[in-house]
């Protein structure tokens, strides 16, 4: 995903052993919202693996999860120049 500006790019919903793996996401996400996520796991999600992605220049939050979601594994993922947009973690 290069520049992919506004809403979610990858969400998963009531989702089930699923992976997302060696994708990258540059200068992407909401700049007029850091709460905004580039990838979210949605609540009813289990077993969803994100791994080996990159991050560059993030907008907003690179990756959420929501309440209800179990056993979620984020590993081995790279970030890399994100610029602090404002004091919430992003």
């Given amino acids: 995903f290069q520049k992919a500006i506004g809403g979610t790019a990858v969400e998963f919903k009531d989702a089930q052993h699923c992976r997302l793996s060696h994708t990258a996401f540059n200068e992407s996400g909401n700049p007029q919202s850091t709460f905004t996520?580039?990838?979210?796991?949605?609540?009813?999600?289990?077993?969803?693996?994100?791994?080996?992605?990159?991050?560059?220049?993030?907008?907003?939050?690179?990756?959420?999860t929501r309440i209800g979601a179990v056993r979620g594994r984020i590993d081995h993922n790279w970030f890399r120049d994100i610029v602090a947009r404002s004091r919430n973690g992003q």
């Fill in 37 to 64: 996520h580039m990838i979210e796991v949605g609540e009813n999600c289990s077993d969803i693996r994100i791994d080996h992605c990159y991050m560059g220049k993030s907008l907003s939050m690179s990756i959420g």
